[in-house]
């Protein structure tokens, strides 16, 4: 790990306790932590590397045994569109993702909130809607 990634975990650690949210290092360039939203807790993961933070989601919504149906992959692709810093996907493993990516240069408190408050909203606002989608998905293939 070069000294500047060093100096950006650092500097995030900071940002998370000024926050106020605990973590954890799962290892030298990765944060866990654990958030509340209305009706579900997530976990976030954010990775440090030499010229990004990227805060994840991830899975956010493992994939039914029969893949995301056009309902759930509307609503996906429509608050992709909708959200302001926040992206939302697929991994390879069908897993749906919510993140955002900051670049490294002047990374600084405010935008390391606005990033974990846009990453925590979105969760939060969204996965209802997206398991409704689903369940809407389910019964029309039934």
Known sequence: MTASVQARVAEVARFFRRYGWRFDMLDDET????????????????????????????????????????????????ANHQENIVKLGLDDDDDVFVNVELPTEELGYEEFSAALTALSHSADRLIVPLLQAMAIDERNTA
């Open 31 to 78: 944060f866990r932590t654990i958030f509340r939203g209305r009706v579900a807790a997530f976990v976030a993961l954010v990775r440090v590397t030499e010229h990004w933070v990227v805060l994840t989601v991830n899975p956010f919504v493992r994939p039914p045994g029969a893949g995301f149906g056009a309902v759930a992959l509307r609503l996906l692709a429509s």
